[in-house]
């Protein structure tokens, strides 16, 4: 993988693509080719006529790992609030705050989750 300028050039499935990006996001957008290319290998030869195909599933594979992380984040974020209703008043009275507030981190790591997905599935 090689960056030239606002570009950088990407080998997915042994094919190169070259693709703009901002400033400083070079590094960035060679991890997450590193994981699309990881993807294809898992679905095996990327030859002429499959590569578009192996891209797209390659697509679905990792949209649906994103939302099942998004889904667990939610699920910790809602259980960790409840934690901290349930025991903060009796345990320990710093407790509950600080739950709360990692509750609330989490929702909005989540939320941020769900924008990039959404995101990702609008520029497809």
Do not use: W
């Amino acid at each position: 993988m090689s960056t030239h300028g606002g570009q950088v050039t990407l080998s997915i499935g042994g094919r190169p693509y070259t693709v703009a990006c901002a400033a400083g996001e070079e590094d960035h957008i060679k991890r997450l080719a590193a994981l699309v290319d990881e993807k294809m290998a898992q679905l095996g030869s990327a030859r002429a006529p499959q590569a578009s195909q192996n891209l797209l599933f390659c697509a679905l594979l990792l949209a649906d790992d994103l939302h099942e992380r998004t889904a667990e984040l939610a699920e910790v974020s809602a259980s960790l609030a409840h934690v901290g209703r349930d025991r903060g008043a009796s345990d320990d009275p710093a407790l509950a705050p600080a739950l709360e507030h990692f509750a609330e981190m989490l929702e909005k790591c989540a939320d941020g989750l769900e924008g990039r997905l959404g995101s990702a599935a609008a520029m497809h």
